[in-house]
């Protein structure tokens, strides 16, 4: 982690480090190279949420919501999976399917060895699900989980204090290289074979980016608008990343574009729980009290007001039947995204399903333990014990088994 930390405050004295045998690790295959081309032809995005035509047309239309903005990323995401399907089609027609020329031996495989490493130990019950994965997915799930840390790192870390709008900047910019083929370190290089080999989009990445941007300077979040935009800049980005790896079933009736959406369900849930589960953990990465005392506090303000409830309440971080209400009401709505989110691991390729469940399952437990500790997150930790993780896997297993791919593919029920 030091390492990024010292290149993202001083780039300049750490360019020569990206050395020419980071560079062979990036695929050079003729089909590789004119979909990648293809790809970055397609991602001229601005560093905003997304890119704008023009300064007229932004004056000429209303303002959308956070949700609608957001959907916005996945149909381009969905668009990006449905060109690679068919370029992957002509490759073979053409003879030109070298998926398996892209590793470049021991340097390669170093690398991601070294990913797996990262989130075994930070990251324990990740890295269990990761382990029911294919080798190739699994190392590509580890190269996406790296950056995510790092880049959570920059301002949650021990290093957080010496962090700057610029050296976000420059992070992003050393981000914009990873794609294009010119990793930094073994880490980027990594990420940048997982992402030439797979139909990620860059743009969920620049978001993520986008709120530590956040972190940096909001305070406060008027309402759940705000905060869902913030909750997928953390978290929804990391199922739009995760999606093209996992894989979308042969048989999958359902659009693309919805599973996508299910994917993104996820992330805000989890993120919703994490803001719920941490409001008075002083050791997490996703507090309220702590948080506060940096000026932030992860709730909607209007909801809080119309709870009856302060700033001031939550900083005496007492029980009152004014929070018991309105967790029950927060704890819902988490569980709503949880719901939005089953449909679309019944459509991931089986590989994929069990170790998605699996997760799903662990994190909407940790509502359950909230409600078992009478809502009191603010001096009890709720948590899964390792009895239930370890009840918790066969019954993913069984869902994964039992549950195709059809839900997303029902006709709405009127």
């Not at 032809?41 to 704008?52: C, D």
């Not at 399917?97 to 991601?112: K, P, V």
Request: charged content about 25%; proline content about 4%; glycine content about 6%.
């Amino acid at each position: 982690m030091a390492g990024v930390l010292l290149w993202v405050i001083c780039p300049t004295e750490n360019a020569s480090f990206a050395t020419s045998s980071l560079l062979s690790l990036v695929p050079k295959s003729c089909s590789q190279e004119r979909r990648y081309s293809k790809v970055c032809s397609r991602l001229k995005f601005s560093t905003g949420v997304f890119a704008t035509a023009s300064l007229s047309s932004v004056v000429a239309n209303p303002p959308r919501s956070s949700e609608e903005r957001v959907y916005e990323v996945v149909l381009k995401q969905a668009a990006l999976v449905k060109e690679q399907k068919k370029e992957r089609i002509l490759d073979v027609i053409a003879g030109n399917d070298q998926s398996e020329s892209m590793t470049r031996g021991d340097l390669l495989n170093e690398a991601y060895n070294r990913c797996g490493d990262v989130c075994a130990e930070y990251a324990k019950t990740f890295y269990l699900g990761t382990l029911l994965m294919t080798p190739e997915r699994r190392r590509a799930v580890w190269a996406i989980y790296v950056w995510c840390r790092r880049t959570d790192e920059l301002v949650d870390g021990p290093n957080a204090s010496h962090i700057t709008p610029k050296a976000l900047d420059r992070w992003e910019q050393r981000l914009d290289d990873l794609f294009e083929g010119r990793p930094y370190d073994m880490y980027d290089a990594a990420l940048s074979i997982t992402v030439s080999k797979y139909p990620v989009d860059i743009q969920p990445f620049k978001d993520m980016i986008n709120g530590m941007r956040m972190d940096l300077k909001k305070s406060r979040y008027k309402d759940f608008d705000e905060l869902y935009l913030y909750c997928y800049y953390v978290a929804g980005t990391v199922g739009l990343m995760s999606v093209p790896v996992m894989g979308i079933a042969p048989d999958s009736k359902a659009s693309t574009e919805s599973v996508y959406s299910a994917a993104l369900a996820l992330g805000i849930a989890n993120q919703l729980t994490n803001i719920l589960r941490d409001v008075g953990e002083e050791n997490a990465g996703w507090l309220v009290v702590v948080s506060a005392r940096r000026g932030r506090i992860y709730l909607p303000q209007d909801e809080l007001a119309q709870a009856g409830l302060s700033d001031e309440d939550i900083f005496k971080g007492k029980v009152t039947d004014k929070w018991r209400s309105f967790m029950r009401g927060q704890i819902k709505r988490a569980r709503m995204f949880f719901d939005e989110a089953e449909k679309g691991v019944a459509e991931l390729n089986a590989a994929s399903r069990w170790p998605v469940w699996a997760s799903l399952l662990l994190y909407k437990q940790i509502l359950d333990a909230i409600e078992v500790n009478d809502y009191d997150n603010f001096t009890k930790r709720a948590y899964v014990g390792k009895a239930k993780k370890f009840a918790s896997l066969p019954i993913a297993y069984g869902r994964a088994l039992m549950l195709g791919s059809s839900k997303l593919a029902e006709p709405a029920r009127s």
